[in-house]
């Protein structure tokens, strides 16, 4: 099998929520369980960290893992979805996983996925632990999914949880409310292991502390001790100033990440680097200078607030739910754009109607559809847009949709790409 084989059998085989959505969300851990005892229980032989929350987390876990490898650790980071390749979900220090690694997973366990018959996401958890286990990191990163209870990712040991903010988003597997939700997301919270809130919400605090006092885990809400400042910012990095305890504490802090949204990310970042330190990890301010400083160079991170071209500037971001919406146009905003040529795409099991109402009726827009079985047709999205008075045209695929808002921008004017990460990912110059 070729690696091009194996990728068309697993998506062909497997049910795969990147393009069929809900049903493909297995809920119940049984299916990863019986997995990984087959394989050994991989899960167990590495030291990782859990980052779980609705926005946030990917940010938060190549912060976590460019600090750890600037320290000198073997690290290991899982994240999903892709971007462009399967390769760049499991990564150690920076590397994707080698796509014969991926060929020889497939054929040695081809059997015993059709006796479990997995979702393709709990194929590739399985695959990213053993990976990480012969690899014999120090210590792995682990993004959450979906949700975090029944999460697949739900069967480590971490040294540290973090959960970043919590907004709406998969209401229909996870809840409509930001209380409903924080309880699946707190299900990652382990019996006695530090548990970390990047931000404190007034929905969700309670939730957690309920969750930490029943399983006895110290809880953290990071922005209680950790606070800071922006002190400039670039279309490329920010500055921050830090203050733990309301002292100064990292004076002039670097990170490569632009966004509004970073503020809220960096506190837990940082409480979840002091926790380490605190169990002997040895990450010193340098390392953790050193880490933020260069996030994209260390870890690959994509599609987060991403200058994809300059004169007309072009931006995307894979934000897409109400919260990351209400960021992007934050960021947009600040721009001071003479105009804006949004090229927007969504899938078709989200609320698009209530993010469409948040959208700017001033700017031009491009309505697509990213090539996946999920994707809301541009006519219907269009349809939807123009019922709260947007005002654009409809095209079939993103390229084409980039192509015209490339010939109508002006110099000066702005193309932001996004409303899905399916969009996104079908950038050409991504």
């Not at 460019?66 to 899982?78: D, E, F, M, P, S």
Request: charged fraction near 20%; proline fraction near 4%.
């Amino acid at each position: 099998m070729t690696y091009q084989d194996c990728l068309d059998y697993l998506y062909q085989q497997l049910p795969m929520y990147q393009r069929i959505g809900n049903a493909a969300f297995k809920k119940s851990l049984d299916n990863i369980i019986a997995l990984c005892e087959v394989m050994g229980q991989p899960q167990h032989e590495f030291k990782s960290i859990h980052v779980g929350g609705t926005n946030g987390k990917g940010s938060s876990s190549h912060m976590l893992a460019a600090v750890l490898q600037q320290a000198g650790y073997k690290t290991g980071l899982y994240t999903s979805p892709h971007l462009k390749s399967f390769t760049e979900r499991v990564r150690v220090n920076g590397q994707e996983l080698p796509p014969e690694y991926l060929v020889d997973f497939v054929g040695k366990y081809k059997s015993l996925f059709e006796q479990v018959q997995p979702s393709f996401f709990e194929m590739t958890v399985a695959l990213a632990f053993k990976y990480f286990a012969e690899e014999q990191v120090d210590i792995a990163v682990i993004e959450v999914g979906l949700g975090g209870r029944l999460d697949s990712t739900n069967i480590i040991t971490p040294e540290i949880t973090l959960i970043t903010n919590i907004s709406l988003d998969h209401q229909s597997m996870l809840g409509d409310t930001i209380t409903a939700i924080a309880t699946e997301k707190a299900g990652i919270i382990k019996p006695g292991i530090p548990a970390v809130i990047s931000i404190k919400q007034v929905e969700a605090q309670e939730v957690f502390e309920l969750k930490a006092e029943e399983v006895t885990a110290p809880l953290y809400f990071a922005d209680d001790q950790f606070r800071v400042e922006v002190t400039s910012s670039s279309l490329q990095r920010q500055v921050f100033q830090v203050y733990y305890k309301e002292q100064v504490f990292l004076q002039g802090l670097e990170l490569d990440l632009a966004g509004a949204y970073q503020m809220y990310n960096l506190p837990g970042v940082l409480q979840v680097l002091k926790l380490l330190h605190e169990k002997g990890f040895a990450i010193s301010d340098k390392a953790v200078r050193a880490g933020l400083a260069n996030v994209k160079g260390i870890t690959g991170l994509k599609g987060r607030w991403q200058v994809l071209q300059e004169h007309p500037l072009m931006l995307c971001d894979t934000g897409h739910n109400e919260d990351g919406i209400k960021q992007i146009l934050q960021g947009l905003k600040q721009l001071h754009p003479k105009q804006v040529h949004f090229v927007f795409g969504a899938v078709n099991d989200k609320d698009v109607s209530t993010i469409l109402q948040l959208l700017p009726l001033t700017y031009t827009y491009y309505f697509c559809q990213a090539a996946i079985p999920r994707a809301l047709p541009a006519h219907e999205l269009m349809t939807k847009a123009e019922a709260v008075g947007l005002k654009g045209s409809g095209f079939e695929t993103v390229t084409e949709a980039v192509a015209a808002a490339k010939a109508n921008a002006a110099p000066d004017e702005v193309i932001f790409i996004g409303g899905s990460t399916f969009v996104v990912a079908e950038i050409e110059e991504l």
